[in-house]
């Protein structure tokens, strides 16, 4: 696991607080998408 | 709201603590597991015992695919490993479909993903084709799950060992 903390992604290396906030904003963007899906005609029961 | 204000709270505590913050990282990572499974479990009532099996196959498929031809090979210097033979580069996949290059951490991340995303749409149009649900589904998913793990585990018929 010690290379795996650092993530080069389009020319910014991605690393300690830079890594949280990515990670951080994937969940906040896959929570919002759940709640989107959940609320429109596919989550109707 | 809370829960996306609360993601504030671990920076604000640790800042640049080398311990706790790469943990909560993790955390975080992981968070994104437990949101799929609460979508699946608690909102469809579709019981995965196989949930799992995705984040470990694109979790494999980035080791896999890092430790062939990524940057950890370029950083370590070492001889390619035997199990990476049969690796997309050295069958002369130099380039990823989107114009990345194969050794970059971008093209380890499209092909640790891929076998997920696809794996995931085969188990979808399955369950949802034949309509898949209660003790089944949980069956099902958990067949395959242990099919996953003997196919990554006892992969020696074309790696000649276990790459697990």
Same mark, same amino acid.
Request: charge should be positive.
């Given at each position: ?9 389009? !020319? ?12 951080? !904003? ?6 919002? !998408? ?8 596919? !989550?109707?029961? | 709201?809370? &829960?996306?204000?609360?993601?504030? &709270? @671990? @920076? ?37 015992? %196989?949930?799992?099996? *995705?984040? %470990?196959?694109?979790? *494999?498929?980035?080791?896999? #695919?890092?430790?062939?031809? /990524? ?19 050295? &069958?002369? *996949?130099?380039?990823?479909?989107? /114009?990345?290059? +194969?050794?970059? *951490?971008? +093209? ?7 076998? +997920? ?17 209660? &003790? ?23 790696? /000649?060992? #276990?790459?697990?």
């Amino acid at each position: 696991m010690t290379y795996l903390a650092k993530l080069e992604l389009f !020319g910014h290396t991605f690393q300690m607080l830079d890594m949280y906030y990515l990670v951080a !904003g994937i969940l906040a963007a896959c929570l919002l !998408g759940c709640l989107l899906l959940v609320h429109s005609k596919f !989550g109707e029961c | 709201m809370l &829960v996306l204000l609360g993601l504030l &709270v @671990p @920076p604000y505590l640790f800042g640049d603590d080398r311990y706790w913050l790469p943990l909560f990282t993790r955390y975080v990572a992981l968070a994104i597991f437990a949101l799929s499974v609460d979508l699946i479990w608690g909102y469809t009532g579709l019981l995965s015992l %196989g949930q799992g099996l *995705y984040f %470990g196959m694109g979790a *494999y498929a980035l080791g896999y #695919s890092l430790n062939c031809n /990524g940057p950890l090979k370029r950083r370590e210097h070492r001889p390619e490993p035997s199990y990476c033979r049969i690796s997309w580069n050295t &069958v002369g *996949y130099r380039r990823c479909p989107g /114009g990345w290059p +194969a050794d970059s *951490y971008l +093209a380890g991340d499209r092909r640790g993903r891929n076998p +997920a995303h696809l794996g995931g749409h085969g188990v979808r149009l399955v369950t949802f084709r034949l309509r898949i649900r209660d &003790v089944f589904f949980s069956i099902i998913t958990k067949r395959w799950s242990w099919r996953r793990l003997l196919l990554s585990s006892i992969n020696n018929l074309t790696r /000649g060992a #276990s790459s697990a």
